[in-house]
């Protein structure tokens, strides 16, 4: 089976700290996402990597940040915290050649007071 | 740019109830159409679609999709109260290069089904 794990199920930060969000997964896909999931707004996709330190925008990117130095390991930084970045993240991932299925992970619940 | 919209945004029935769940979309290039049941935690697949009038099933569930209209309904038959749960639909584009395998969300549906 897929798996996705992601770092922490709940994480509560300060505005202005810098926030790691590290996603893993075992099936040696080369595509991974990271979203966030707000009530009423649905999933919006903050950035995506198709390989190895290759990166590209998704549709909500202003504030973040990510880092993919391994194939397995995509992580979203939150460079300076805020209030507006209270949301849950949920990273999936995805084989090339697969028509668009993605796998998610648990998802990380972060309030940021 | 890509857009998806699900309706209606919730639904409450009653157990043994049957439900259809609808989603429209406008996407360039469009290469694949995808259901996912989300409860408490991460969304879990349930069907691709990606022909037209082939209708995917599983159990109770059912999905269909409409390339033509752009639309795609999910069924679901003799609801149980374990049915609960937001339902996402979500579209994939065919396109060059890295930004292949993007998904687009709707807002998804949230299902309630009481005993």
């Known amino acids: 089976d897929v798996k996705v794990t992601q770092s922490s199920r709940y994480l509560v930060k300060r505005t202005g700290e810098k926030v790691f969000l590290e996603c893993v997964q075992d099936?040696?896909?080369?595509?991974m996402f990271w979203y966030r999931q707000d009530p009423g707004l649905g999933l919006r996709l903050i950035y995506f990597s198709y390989d190895v330190k290759m990166k590209e925008k998704g549709d909500i990117p202003e504030g973040y940040s990510v880092s993919r130095e391994k194939k397995e390991r995509f992580s979203l930084i939150l460079e300076s915290a805020s209030t507006n970045q209270t949301s849950m993240y949920l990273c999936?991932?995805?084989?090339?050649?697969?028509?668009?299925?993605?796998?998610f992970g648990p998802g990380t619940r972060l309030t940021v007071l | 740019e890509d857009k998806v919209v699900q309706s209606p945004l919730s639904l409450v029935v009653h157990e043994g109830d049957t439900v259809t769940l609808n989603c429209s979309y406008e996407v360039t290039n469009f290469r694949s159409l995808l259901w996912y049941k989300q409860e408490k935690k991460a969304p879990t697949f349930l069907f691709m679609l990606t022909s037209s009038g082939i209708e995917k099933k599983s159990g109770r569930l059912s999905s269909i999709l409409d390339k033509k209209e752009l639309f795609s309904i999910l069924n679901i038959t003799a609801t149980q109260t374990g049915d609960s749960a937001v339902y996402l639909c979500a579209v994939g584009p065919f396109n060059s290069g890295g930004s292949n395998y993007k998904l687009t969300f709707g807002k998804g549906t949230l299902l309630t089904v009481n005993p």
């Open positions: 999936a991932s995805t084989q090339t050649g697969a028509y668009n299925e993605q796998f």
């Open positions: 099936m040696d896909h080369e595509n």
